[in-house]
């Protein structure tokens, strides 16, 4: 019987609420943060993480999982520099390569995702590495990228009041949220992507080509980690192959803890921006503070993780006890879900008790 | 000796690799199969592999278990780097060696338990739980560092790394004792069978009276044991604790060596020796780039094709096609 | 009344389907027409879910055909049968919790405008369209808010929306309350006057005779008979379904344990129940008898086993074992009392596949040692080849992985697990499920044996000879509470039969 919990609206409501307390104290602590010039830096600053964000979102939303995005990121930088530094490329040229060529690595970790039957996270492991070291082999040192397209892309912004700038890099991202949210809540893919992260196998009896589906989703995340190489390439013109260590675990903490279920089906690229802002908050607050060293991002960041993670947890118990039983249902091959032996056996439970 | 000869063969993938791999060695760096003893201590290629090697074969010596309750780890190469920070922050604090190392061992130890809480208990997916402590855990690392790299001249800490025993350099040593006391703990008790019985039916095997939660907790822990070993190793080896950089990307080693070694990420069988096998053809793939003057980043690129060659090869759905391959061929041939 | 009888919509000739050791389903004949409920009946095992996967596609058959107005199909895959008219609504919703109702309706297939899904339009004739059900809600709300019932509702609509030939429905009362059946029965006698022809699964027997129009019983993958409902006693249609006729004489002779039971009850149930999973039942379990446990699919039998196993903790009543009242929070608690436990569900529960027979078989032992008291391997060798040679366990060597082996012989293996654990008492489910007829005997003679041999034994089966033959008491359940216990003389197969069958003003009843 439903409605006890809305597993759809509660996490998020749960990430608005932290984001607001964050803010709160920081605005308490120190005014200078309220103006829209910390702001509009926010923006810039962690504008690569929101992009990457999104096709995160993406991909998680469906059910699976990618650590690529990082090294695809830092490979897009690296190639990049070199297209227009060593050959030469008109950037606008280089951009739609670079593009296009994150989409089909990406459709390729998809379908050995979804042919080799494999777990997604060990594919966009072995992704990572194969781009990582692709990245490694065009250049191993930093390119910096002298060109004048690129220093005019790099310094537009739209001057803010208050002495703000909302840079060309901040406004892609937030045109990256939107595109996002369109094509997650608003069009027949989204639908798709959801069904695929809800039970892929209820979405397959339900005619859903759940192959392409994958396939999909993981080539509009590379392209977004494609994008987000673009837009750091931007924000340090200059290419390096280790750009964007780690970041991948960036993302999906921004993703969770804006109330992406890590168990697919539920969740949206909004939470995922405030994720990010949480994110950003956090280093903004370190950074006034001054006397807190910048490893407490990490810590924090670990620890609203875990937060998340439990409340999600409790969620789904606290609905999969009110709830009907099938909240959950296990599709067939789901192997990493823990089992809770026969609790969930099909003649038990589920059963009301008879009303004779 | 029958024991042993079966064990070889099931190990012939994975010895076939290693061989391999050091085949391309002798050919790119002739004289690497060469041993010497100076100082009552072996050197040579075979021996540098070992070494260099030591600390993933540790992560792989535990890992192997988890994977084979369907699990992951993903935090070992954090719990390596907080494990050495303790270590060397413990010394500089004025704490005697011993104790500073029982502190590291100590917090893989509670590290790998809070992973055990979390899979066993919480129920949370491994990956999932896993990756919490891999977020936080460099942040933990800095705040025990200070953010710096943490040098320390503790003599007895360093030669966890540097010392020489029974003519090996003491982190193979620590390694193979590592590997060998696994082996026996998984075998000769039963522990091996109620890890293979939960990975493969978890329901089964609780019906059948096996303690899932507890051998589920038990495998983390146990590998935040050898993760916090492999951390004193690393930092032993440089010296010094480094927040940023020990274990980086080595929990990606370590599963990398367990697939490698013939364990489905699906959960089932394991073998420690084939992991730890699986450990050094990483190693010497490592080391043959490095001495055939390649660069060091091309090693990222065969491992990733390694991989992918060994999930095709373990993918469900590769093997219906690859017969129904061969028999295509065959037929092919018939009619020819 | 019906002159000429309606169109037949569906005819399905010689299905089979050939499982690895199992012939799941062997040559059965369905024939469906326009404008009927047609029940489809028999026990766990009979083919019922097989020949529901054949004609959804979702598995290939072996041999046979399908034809829907009298042109031959082939559905390949889900979306095949769907095109051919057929759609299947299943007990465990197989709709997205995660997606709005309306998502639901129209996954796939959305209304769009510009590209994008016209959501107001997808919301408002997916409310429109549940209308005709008799669902008044909000399509844009997500599914989980609402009851099961309600779920079950949207299945169908969304399943005769797609395609409205047949309809195929498994279980679907099973977890509905008695209103919500009757909102259900309803809506299916509409759509039947509508000309859909409509399977109806159940194992609730007032409910076949409540709704439908014809029944077809299948037993061991073999079809038994098609009749008229009308024209079917109860007590005829189970005896078809449990392969009993009620006044023959039983070929198995009564050989019960020589001496009746007497002093005190190894393990006693007084009034062991849980909420939502079994009604309050009494059970005694002596030494050397066997108390056998009869009643249909979903009667509670199988939840006896699990709270006497300690599966499910009980939350009312006690547990007396040595006449000392003990609470089982695990099977570990329940194996240390020298309990034994063979599942129903062999595969799932039961065999630890990919591990070898040795494995299986000293799982339980190791289990009670504990893990550090390791059975040598020469131990687990001698105690593996030694069950193997005592239950006659058909395989080259006990290194083999067990799936390679006969159902019956996995049922042996998982026997030897717990006879390797000495039990006091053992349960076991179906015991003989999924096994040929040669097996059955086999497997019949052992628990006989360890009868004699002082153990006791707690057996439910849907075999009601068998129970019959071998059982000192018998407790009968229906409807998820117990409808009577045999004793003596009184244990006959055509006593168990009406036992199960006895009428009784249960839910579904018009």
Known sequence: MGRIVNTRTLPLLATVVVFVLI??????????????????????????????????????????????????????????????????????????????????????????????????????????FLARGCALLISTDSIPIHNAAYDILAGAALALPGGGRLTLVAGIMLLTFLAGGILLHGTRFGAQVFALGGNGHFAQLMGINTGRTTILVHAFCSLMAALAGIVFSLYTRSG???????????????VVIGGTLLTGGVGGVAGSFIGVLIQGLILTWITFDGTLSSWWTKIAIGALLFLFIAVQRLILVASARYGRSGAGPAAPNTPNQATSAPASRPSSGAAAPSAS | ??????????????????????????????????????????????????????????????????IATRGIDLSVGVIMAISG???????????????????????????????????????????????????????????????????????????????????????????????GLTGLLVRATALGLFVEAVGTNPRSSRLAGVHTGLVLGAVYVWSGLMAALAGLIATADIKGADANNAGLWLELDAILAVVIGGTSLYGGRFSIGRSVLGALVLQAMRTAILRAGLPPELNLVLMALVVAAVLTQQSPAFRPMATRLMARLKNKEARA | MAVTPPPVVLAARGLTRQYPGVRALDGVDLTLRAGEIHALLGE?????????????????????????????IDPDGPGG???????????????????????????????????????SRMNREGAALLRRFGLTIDASRPLSDFSTAVQQLIAIARAVDLSAKVLILDEPTASLDTAEVQTLFTLLRSLRDQGLAIVFVTHFLDQVYALTDRITVLRNGRLVGERRTADLPRLDLVAMMLGKTPTAESHLSRRPATATPAGAPLVRAEGLGRRRLVGAFDAE?????????????????????????????????????????????????????????CPEDRKLDGIVAGLSIRENIVLALQAKRGWWRRLSTAQQHELADRYIKLLDIRTPDAEKPIQLLSGGNQQKALLARWLATEPRLLILDEPTRGIDVGAHAEIVRLLEDLR???????????????VAAYSDRVLVMRDRAPAGLLEGESITPAAIVNAIAADHHTKGAA
């Not at chain 3, 099977?331 to 309990?339: E, K, S, T």
């Not at chain 3, 004699?452 to 068998?466: H, K, P, Q, T």
């Open chain 1, 23 to 128: 803010y709160a104290v920081c605005a308490v602590q120190y005014p200078a943060m309220l103006g829209l010039r910390v702001m509009g830096n926010l923006l810039t600053d962690n504008a690569f993480l929101g992009i990457l964000a999104v096709g995160m979102t993406v991909v998680v939303v469906a059910g699976g999982i990618d650590l690529s995005v990082g090294a695809v990121m830092g490979l897009t930088t690296v190639a990049l520099a070199r297209l227009i530094e060593g050959a030469g490329l008109p950037p606008a040229l280089a951009f739609a390569l670079v593009l296009a060529l994150g989409g089909l690595f990406g459709a390729g970790v998809g379908a050995a995702v979804h042919y080799l039957k494999a777990p997604a996270f060990i594919v966009t492991l072995t992704a990572m």
């Open chain 1, 240 to 254: 390096y192959a280790l750009t964007g260590t780690g970041v991948e675990l960036d993302a999906i903490a921004a």
């Open chain 2, 1 to 66: 000796m029958n024991a042993v000869i079966q064990r070889l063969k099931a190990a012939r993938p994975q010895l076939a690799l290693l061989v391999l791999a050091l085949l391309v060695n002798v050919f790119v760096a002739p004289g690497f199969l060469d041993l010497r003893l100076q100082d009552g201590r072996l050197f040579g290629g075979l021996i540098d592999i070992l070494n260099r090697g030591a600390p993933v074969m540790l992560l792989a010596v535990g890992m192997a278990p988890v």
């Open chain 2, 85 to 179: 920070a303790v270590a060397a922050a413990g010394v500089n604090a004025g704490l005697a060696w011993p104790a500073a190392i029982l502190a590291a061992l100590g917090t893989g130890l509670a590290c790998g338990l809070w992973n055990g809480l979390l899979v066993a208990v919480f129920r949370l997916q491994p990956i999932v739980a896993t990756l919490i402590l891999m977020v936080a855990g460099r942040g933990i690392a800095q705040l025990i560092t200070e953010g710096r790299i943490l040098t320390f001249t503790e003599p007895h800490l360093i030669a966890v790394a540097g010392a020489t025993l029974a003519a090996l350099p003491l982190p193979v040593v620590l390694a193979l004792a590592a590997a």
């Open chain 3, 44 to 72: 766990n095992g009979a083919g019922k879910s097989t020949l529901i996967n054949l004609l959804t596609g979702a598995q290939p058959r072996d041999g046979g055909t399908i034809t829907v107005d009298g042109v031959d």
């Open chain 3, 81 to 119: 049968a769907v095109r051919a008219g057929i759609a299947a609504v299943y007990q465990e919703i197989t709709l997205l919790p995660n997606l709005s109702v309306a998502q639901n309706l129209y996954l796939g297939r959305e209304p769009t405008r510009w590209g994008l899904v016209h959501r």
């Open chain 3, 285 to 341: 379990l002596h030494a050397g008898a066997v108390l056998g446990a009869a009643g249909l699919l979903g009667s509670g039998r199988t939840e006896t086993a699990l709270l006497l196993f300690g599966v499910e903790t009980a939350d009312q009543g006690q547990l007396l074992v040595d006449g000392k009242a003990v609470t089982l929070r695990s099977p570990r608690d329940a194996i240390r009392l020298g309990f034994g436990f």
């Open chain 3, 452 to 466: 004699d041999r002082g153990m006791a034994l707690y057996v439910i089966s849907s075999e009601i000879e068998e």
